[in-house]
């Protein structure tokens, strides 16, 4: 079988050229902003669209694939080269996430979620774990300890917001949006006095419209 392994000399003097890269100006985030594809190993690497590159990774993965980084973070672990051309072992679930093709994936209870909407307050569909427990049985539950219930962990669907520029999630209801809009005080107030029902229903508006008062500057590098 074929392998794609990087020599490590090339590795190492591509690490430094990918380190060379300067600060050159801060953009509005649009639709026609593209990020930088690689790894976040910190919530930082996304904030500072600073990732390291798919040439400081030592893998097998065909570098050239579409889904070089899916199927990196599907492994338990791997080696990159880090700044002083050293090579480091990381755990996939340690990382913060990945953008691929131009599309940032976070790590967030050990899934890699696509994050759909971005701007000052983003949005992603993730996982929620839910522990539940089943009721004692007196002839299968018992121990030395005595009768315990039986936990059981099922995976579900939950929206999350992503507050950009800290790198902290939060749930999707009206209680987080209103501490997000805090930043606002007029918009926060206007949410705020909205009947219980209504801030259901217009949780997405209210993003949208803080996010267009407040857009999204992402740092650009040379």
């Given amino acids: 079988m074929k392998k794609f392994l990087f020599l490590t000399t090339l590795a190492i003097c591509l690490a430094y050229a990918v380190d060379a890269q300067t600060y050159s100006h801060k953009e509005v985030y649009d639709q026609e902003f593209t990020f930088t594809d690689?790894?976040?190993?910190?919530?930082?690497?996304?904030i500072n669209n600073h990732p390291i590159e798919k040439y400081r990774v030592e893998s097998s993965i065909d570098p050239e694939s579409l889904i070089f980084f899916d199927q990196l973070m599907s492994q338990k672990e791997f080696t990159l080269f880090d700044n002083l051309g050293n090579k480091t072992t990381i755990k996939t679930e340690k990382v913060w996430g990945y953008c691929s093709g131009g599309t940032i994936f976070i790590n967030q209870?050990?899934?890699?979620?696509?994050l759909g909407i971005i701007g000052s307050i983003s949005h992603f569909i993730g996982i929620k774990?839910?522990?539940s427990y089943r009721p004692i049985d007196p002839y299968l539950g018992y121990s030395r300890w005595g009768y315990s219930p039986t936990p059981i962990s099922t995976a579900e669907s939950?929206?999350?917001f992503l507050e950009f520029s800290t790198g902290k999630i939060y749930e999707y209801n009206p209680t987080n949006l209103e501490m997000l809009l805090m930043s606002d005080p007029e918009l926060h107030d206007e949410y705020a006095s909205l009947p219980r029902k209504k801030k259901n229903s217009k949780l997405f508006y209210y993003m949208r419209k803080f996010n267009e008062k407040h857009p999204l500057y992402l740092p650009v590098y040379e």
């Fill in 38 to 46: 690689g790894i976040y190993i910190t919530k930082d690497d996304m």
């Fill in 109 to 114: 209870n050990g899934y890699f979620n696509r």
């Fill in 129 to 131: 774990i839910i522990t």
């Fill in 158 to 160: 939950q929206q999350y």
